[in-house]
């Protein structure tokens, strides 16, 4: 494999963004790069002419009519495609997005395979979190898409399942969960941001996209209880931007806090690796949801950089945080997940010791670099 053609047809992403999803678009394409491959990338969102030298190319749109609408946003981009390709790459990539069947055809008029990663159900998601007009379309697409990609990248085994079930069969499904950059990511700060408070105070690290699913609400919780139950000189560091983020604020406030809670807002990728390394332990604090299909970002960030990590016992997390990498907690347990900060800060040596073994094991089994070789292999054999 030398030459790749990447697709995100997703409007809600950009690239490059700040966005976790933006994030993965990147970080992959920039592995499929050191791994020696070169190749193109084609997005609706995107923000500039190259990714670290990888053309990206706009996904063609038609435009609005004078009448804009829900219908007529998803007819638009049902009708969005990939205008033109310079040269003919060894396979094409794409993120599943709800309305494009673009990158399958694509492939199959240029003859090569044809790779999709899913990352959520997004028939499913949207039904319920957002509004769609037309649910057959959306529902067909997926069935079209899972049913001729030829290999499907699936970022946890819950997914895997979905999958399955449109696809009606396993063969060529994996499941490659997400990865860090650790060239990012690592325990050294080069510039402690002046935003932050001396080395001498115990910070917290948490990044979200303050949604409800990212466990703001426990998050508070959980840091009041340190504070008020525990006498928690610690601070707590949250990164990131989104819906919840001015509620949060509002409620620290409330609860007297907001002395001691930092929010940067969104911070450039490039630039989260000061903030977090300058933390004592990370936490993600995920509520009770109807599913969990996530590949938390936020934990290989965590565990690049040296942190012990106290999390939520829910999905893939389960996992991540086996063997002694952190701490899992009952979902919505916010008293024992205060308790477990606190045993962190109070014992810097076993803080210490578990945030390398996690380091470790990353570096071994989870950069983006990695999870990029899984999927060629997977493709060198498929041909």
Known sequence: MKRFCYICADPGIPLPGRKGASVHVASLCRAFHRLGLVGDIHTVRGECADLDGTPIHPIIVPPRRKHKSLEDRENRLFLARVDTIDEKPDFIYERYSLWHPGGVFLARQLG??????????????????????????????????????????????????????????????????????????????????????????????????????HGTTQLLETFRYLVEDLNSSAHLVCIG???????????????GLEDRIHAPGKLPHSEVNNWLASCDVAVAPYPKLEDFWFSPLKIFEYFCCGLPVVASAVGQIQDLLA?????????????????????????????????????????ENATWKIRARQILTELENFS
């Open 323 to 363: 063997d002694d990498r952190g701490t899992l907690i009952p979902i919505d347990d916010n008293k024992q997940m205060a308790i477990s900060i606190q045993h962190f800060l109070d014992h810097p040596e076993i803080a210490q010791k578990v945030g390398q073994q996690s380091r470790q094991w990353v570096l």
């Open 112 to 213: 090569i395979p044809f790779v999709l990663e899913v990352n959520s159900p997004l028939p499913l998601e949207t039904k319920r979190f957002r509004q769609m007009a037309n649910e057959s379309l959306a529902d067909g697409i997926s069935r079209l898409l899972m049913r001729e990609a030829d290999i499907v990248v699936c970022v946890s085994e819950e997914i895997k399942q979905w999958v399955i079930s449109e696809r009606l069969h396993s063969a060529g499904v994996m499941v490659v969960p997400n990865g860090v950059d650790e060239q990012l990511f690592h325990p050294d700060v080069e510039k402690r941001p002046s935003r932050l408070p001396g080395p001498e105070t115990k910070l917290i690290g948490f990044t979200s996209t303050f949604r409800p699913w």
């Open 241 to 255: 931007d989104g819906p919840e983020r001015v509620n949060f604020l509002d409620l620290a406030k409330e609860a």
